[in-house]
């Protein structure tokens, strides 16, 4: 582990499965498929993925239901550092480790307890100390565990990917003994990185699908000009959080009706009920905490047209013509014209 006082500890990660349910059983014919789904870098796994808000015109906003309802059996981790999963209490659980305010843009900082700087515009210092925890953030007594040091690191990552991996095989038991991986936003910068470096990986999955994939960073980790965020935890409110749909200016006004009444909502309210601890953060006021998001701060390598173009998995690249984070230019960048299909 970066901080090697996390070797060693034990940790677990959370498994969201939804399944297919046949009313009179399963025709002996039909194949058996089984899907992981890794999400990105803000938000746990099962309110990326089974949002449980209705659709319009019918149906609801969950893709493991309707994957389900295919009949392909699916696993949405939240990888270490989210949601259920282990985030260890002098880890992710310490709000010392959340950030400091930034510097000031002629780069001094006036306030006694430090400053943090970040080298990514989605990694936003807090705005003030009480955004972090009542009582108990940077500047009122808390120490910072972590010292600068990421919880960890793409490698971690790509040990939770092949671990579910495999707790997908053994529990869904597909027909080919293989899953569909499908990476989201950040997810797909480490599902790439996953089938880069591990073979074995490669050999237990089918297909993949990268949906709005984060891509055009360096293979291996490179320092960026302004170095590394200062600060192991990222947080986010529930603005930030209904964020992620907001369009230009021009295509707001020309989509109207992109944003599923209530479906903001329901997010938040379901990125809360995975965090017992996370929810009772936010502001000065102990008895009405706001709540936040907590997710871990991670630089990002190892996606771009070198590796696309060594990758043998077949692929579907997928991204929103409106996509601000992940812009559709991704997605031509993504693929050699010698796997386009």
């Known amino acids: ?9 034990q940790a677990r990660l959370q498994v969201h499965r939804v399944r297919p349910v046949y009313a009179n059983g399963k025709c002996r014919s039909v194949p058996t498929r089984a899907a992981v789904l890794i999400h990105g870098g803000a938000q746990p796994g099962s309110p990326t993925f089974d949002l449980r808000h209705p659709a319009s015109g019918g149906g609801e906003l969950s893709a493991q239901k309707a994957l389900a309802r295919a009949g392909i059996d699916t696993f949405t981790p939240s990888l270490l550092g989210y949601g259920r999963s282990t985030r260890f209490d002098d880890g992710l659980n310490d709000p010392g480790n959340a950030s400091l305010r930034p510097y000031l843009p002629d780069g001094s900082c006036p306030y006694p307890e430090g400053c943090d700087r970040t080298h990514a515009p989605v990694l936003v210092p ?23 040091r990421p919880l960890r690191t793409h490698r971690h990552l790509r040990t939770g990917h092949r671990q579910v991996i495999d707790d997908a095989i053994a529990r869904a038991k597909p027909t ?12 797909g910068q480490s599902v790439a990185r996953t089938l880069h470096r591990h073979a074995d990986a490669v050999a237990k999955v089918n297909r993949v699908v990268f949906l709005s994939s984060a891509f055009g960073f360096p293979t291996e980790e490179t320092p960026p000009p302004t170095g590394f965020a200062t600060f192991p935890l990222r947080l986010t409110d529930a603005a930030g959080n209904a964020g992620v749909w907001r ?8 989509c109207t009706g992109h944003v599923i009444p209530g ?3 329901q997010s938040w309210t379901q990125n ?17 905490p706001t709540g ?21 998995t077949p692929a579907l690249v997928i991204h929103g013509q409106d996509d601000t984070v992940a812009p559709p230019a991704n997605a031509p960048a993504s693929t050699t014209p010698s796997r386009r299909r």
């Open 1 to 9: 582990m970066p901080d090697p006082r996390f070797d060693g500890r």
């Open 126 to 148: 807090a705005r003030s100390a009480g955004d972090v925890a009542p009582d108990q953030s940077p500047g009122r007594g808390a120490a910072r565990a972590l010292e600068q």
């Open 176 to 187: 080919d003994g293989k899953v569909a991986l499908i990476g989201y936003s950040l997810g």
């Open 247 to 254: 369009m230009s200016p021009e295509r707001e006004a020309a």
């Open 263 to 265: 479906s903001q909502e």
């Open 272 to 288: 809360m009920e995975q965090d017992s601890v996370g929810r009772n953060w936010g502001r000065d006021d102990p008895g009405n």
């Open 292 to 312: 936040l998001i907590r997710s871990p701060v991670l630089s990002s390598y190892g996606w771009n047209t070198t590796v696309a173009g060594q990758l043998t």
